[in-house]
């Protein structure tokens, strides 16, 4: 079959894909990227059944991805402005809490605790710790001066350094997530603060679709929708210049030129999904043609009973 990486570019394939150090797809002997596709899990899990009949695209249910929290986590909501600075009795009022769950390249959630810490008008810490018993995951944050401005909105000429996870379960060692506080308000009210990472956890795939133009959408377990491949159009000169070779199946000939394949949109055509195509044989001239077929049949079997009757009179005379 035919995919389209992430680059725009069409390569056919007869095998299945191969695999990176982070679970990347990719094409064997070129290190480019399929669609982006990330995948955990091991041996059959992981590949693309491609010993259909020919022209089939089969992705197995039992592919399995995976994505980690590396791009950004966002920061929203309220820290109260109206918490004591430095007051011992009431330390508890000083500070807020919220939690992410962040995911490693295998799939596997943390969760991380980011604590904020009011210093003084204004102006809070932030420190990260991973939740709970994680042992496998250790939180650190960079720079982690958080400021407001007298309005209750961030400050943006204060710093938030990123968030690095350094990991021991197997998962790429360091992850480096960029925290997004502009969202985040400081008004005289209840701290409301949130945290929300990106990536997700494993999922297997569970469905795929294909629209107008050709691609390829699976739909995983964990909720994850993403384009998968794409299928490729391959426009001739002078098709009925192609070669026969039965089972529905033609070979370019010198006659037909060779193909220029693009996708669905390029091509100014469009692929209709989940349709059965009916046969595009004229049935008005099939059913003449068997007409005419029957009338000749009838005539000859007219012919064969006038000679058998002549024969049998002629055997009658000679008595």
């Known amino acids: 079959f035919v995919v389209k990486n992430a680059s725009g570019t069409y390569y056919t394939r007869d095998g299945a894909f191969e695999f990176d150090k982070q679970g990347n797809y990719v094409l064997p002997g070129s290190g480019l990227l399929v669609q982006g596709w990330t995948a955990s899990g091991t041996g059959a899990s992981r590949t693309i059944d491609t010993t259909g009949a020919a022209g089939n695209i ?33 330390s508890v009022n000083g ?6 769950t962040a995911y490693d390249s295998l799939g596997n959630a943390h969760q991380i605790t980011l604590t904020y810490t009011k210093t003084a008008s204004d102006a809070w810490t932030v420190t990260a710790a991973a939740a709970g018993t994680d042992t496998t995951c250790k939180a650190t944050l960079g720079t982690t001066n958080l400021k407001f401005t007298t309005t209750g909105a961030y400050d943006t000429g204060s710093t938030i350094g990123d968030l690095t996870l350094t990991l021991t379960n197997g ?15 400081q008004y005289s009210s209840e701290s409301t603060v949130k945290s929300s990472a990106d990536g997700n956890t494993d999922g297997t795939l569970k469905s795929i679709s294909v629209d107008s133009t050709g691609t390829i959408t699976g739909t995983y377990t964990n909720g994850v929708t993403q384009k998968e491949a794409q299928v490729a159009i391959a426009q001739f000169n002078n098709p009925a210049g192609l070669t026969k070779t039965g089972s529905n199946l033609y070979q370019v000939s010198n006659n037909s030129g060779e193909p220029n394949v693009k996708g669905a949109t390029a091509l100014g055509v469009s692929i209709t999904p989940s ?45």
Do not use: C, H, Y
Request: glycine share 4%; charged share 15%; hydrophobic share 35%.
């Open 58 to 90: 089969k992705i197995q249910s039992g592919q399995s991805m995976a994505a980690a929290s590396t791009t950004t986590a966002t920061l929203s909501n309220n820290l109260s402005s109206a918490t004591p600075v430095n007051d011992p009795a009431n």
């Open 95 to 100: 500070t807020a809490t919220s939690t992410l």
């Open 171 to 185: 998962a790429t060692g360091t992850q480096t997530i960029k925290l997004d506080p502009s969202t985040l308000t």
């Open 275 to 319: 349709a059965l195509e009916m046969s595009n044989v004229d049935l008005s001239n099939e059913f003449s043609d068997m007409i005419i077929t029957q009338r000749g049949f009838q005539s000859n079997s007219k012919i064969i009973t006038v000679s058998d009757e002549m024969l049998e009179t002629l055997v009658n005379m000679k008595r």
